[in-house]
């Protein structure tokens, strides 16, 4: 059963930086795309990154590109997420998904199977 536990939340001021980790298990994930995505109070999930297992290739959509860097490491079976440059807006609740990986990206929450049970960011002024 695959397990996604995310960790490295918390309170931050503007301008700061944050490194979220996000702890994965259950099976290889070779095959595996691996992806964060945050979703603000009354918002729908936002997508923020994705990287392939495999060969560590990622996307942004272009809002995240520059402040954020998603990474994996093979050893520990855990993804990251760096976040640089905080603002108020990207407080929200930040969430860790798989699937298995396709030939192209997947940006919506409902392409996911697998998710963890988030870690709160919270960036004050």
């Known amino acids: 059963q695959v397990q996604l536990v995310e960790s490295g939340g918390g309170l931050v001021q503007a301008g700061g930086s944050l490194r979220l980790s996000c702890a994965a298990s259950?099976?290889?994930?070779?095959?595996?795309?691996m992806a964060w995505f945050r979703q603000a109070p009354g918002k729908g999930r936002e997508f923020v990154a994705a990287?392939?297992?495999?060969?560590?290739?990622?996307y942004y959509p272009d809002s995240m590109e520059g402040r954020f860097t998603i990474s994996r490491d093979n050893v520990k079976n855990t993804v990251y997420l760096q976040m640089n440059s905080l603002t108020p807006d990207d407080t929200a609740v930040y969430f860790c998904?798989?699937?298995?990986?396709?030939?192209?990206?997947?940006?919506?929450?409902?392409?996911?199977?697998?998710w963890g049970q988030g870690t709160q960011v919270t960036v004050s002024s």
């Open positions: 998904a798989a699937r298995r990986y396709g030939s192209r990206w997947f940006l919506s929450a409902d392409e996911y199977a697998y």
């Open positions: 259950g099976r290889t994930f070779s095959s595996y795309a």
């Open positions: 990287i392939s297992w495999s060969s560590g290739n990622t």
